[in-house]
């Protein structure tokens, strides 16, 4: 999150997590307002989908899966940009997984973050201080899986491809709120600077939820945040359901928008 996650990295401390990486800045949906204005983080942007689960009704979820595009970006002096799923577990632990660039190297990484929300974080300072647990691996372009799910008890796995990028305890085994999961876009710069313009489109794709020891899709899907555009289903019939692209071009969604509604499975 913005320059100053460098120094809060350094400060901080992994809490019975193991990771075969080093961190890349990241933050859940809502969080940071300004400590001096009370207003939304400046430079700060997002957006995705939140998932409306009427499949978790029986069964809560114990993980969350997508397969995401991953496409070189150009480099830029300060921001990064960022696409992932993540999921908030009963014990109100947060995690996400995906893939991220930032800085004049645009170096692509994939990385996950765990974050206690349970903590204040109405402000950079306090969230950076909520960290559970971090890791970052080498990606290449192309479509990628992308996945977070119970390993063992409370402990869960961080995949792409199959293969664990690193382990964290999220205190719960399972995530019951209806409004729990999100597959997101992250745009981050500095000050008071609007979104830059990244490389796209980028599609995120088969975003399911791991109920019961089966991966079930989203079922109904609404959009969140208005920073650049977004298509899905429900405004372009050509999108397949349970399917999101983002394009800085695209026209804007306003807020809580219909992206799609996936039929009885």
């Not at 950076?128 to 372009?141: H, K, N, S």
Request: hydrophobic fraction near 40%; include cysteine; charged fraction near 15%.
């Amino acid at each position: 999150m913005r320059r100053s996650f460098p120094f809060l990295v350094a400060s901080l401390v992994l809490l019975g997590c193991g990771s075969n990486g080093r961190k890349a800045p990241s933050a859940p949906p809502g969080q940071f307002v300004s400590a001096d204005t009370g207003v939304p983080y400046p430079g700060y942007y997002q957006v995705g989908a939140i998932a409306n689960l009427v499949s978790m009704t029986p069964a809560p979820s114990s993980g969350v899966e997508a397969t995401i595009e991953v496409v070189a970006q150009p480099p830029v002096n300060d921001p990064f940009v960022s696409f992932w799923i993540s999921e908030t577990v009963d014990s109100n632990v947060w995690g996400q997984i995906g893939w991220t660039t930032d800085g004049p190297s645009a170096t692509l990484q994939a990385f996950f973050q765990v974050y206690d929300l349970s903590q204040p974080t109405a402000t950079i300072d306090q969230f950076a201080m909520t960290l559970l647990g971090e890791g970052t691996a080498p990606i290449t372009t192309g479509l990628h899986t992308f996945s977070m799910h119970v390993q063992t008890g409370t402990l869960w796995s961080f995949d792409v491809d199959g293969a664990s990028i690193g382990t964290c305890d999220m205190r719960s085994a399972q995530a019951t709120s209806p409004n729990a999961t999100f597959a997101n876009e992250e745009n981050v710069g500095s000050g008071f600077a609007p979104p830059f313009r990244f490389a796209g489109p980028v599609h995120v794709s088969g975003i399911k939820t791991l109920e019961a020891g089966k991966w079930v899709p989203f079922d109904i899907a609404s959009s969140y945040g208005t920073g650049w555009g977004e298509r899905a289903n429900d405004e372009d019939p050509s999108v397949p359901r349970g399917t999101l692209v983002f394009d800085f071009d695209f026209p804007h969604m306003n807020d809580g928008s219909p992206l799609w509604d996936l039929p009885p499975q």
